[in-house]
């Protein structure tokens, strides 16, 4: 099985949100008031992003990170073929 990077699969997910939008690395990184260099390497899943950061870029793309997070979880898993259970915390 191949290992999975959640960051990845991060970038992957707000990659897309980005290209779906026809926004540019620049227009996003401004909005999200981060470095267009750390944008794109968030993208490139080279960098692991703060909940602040994070949360920062899915505002500045109109996202809810709960949201991003869902996509997530269902892209880790088709990429790891096992069956996605939710726990209730209360």
Known sequence: MTMVLVREAVGQTLRAARTAQGRTLRDVA????????????????????????LNAICTA??????????????ELKSREGVTLTVVDAA
């Open 30 to 53: 401004r909005d999200a008031r981060v470095s267009l260099g750390y944008l794109s390497e968030v993208e490139r899943g080279q960098k692991e992003a703060s909940s602040e950061l």
């Open 61 to 74: 793309l109109g996202l809810s990170l709960s949201g991003v997070f869902a996509q997530v979880a269902s």
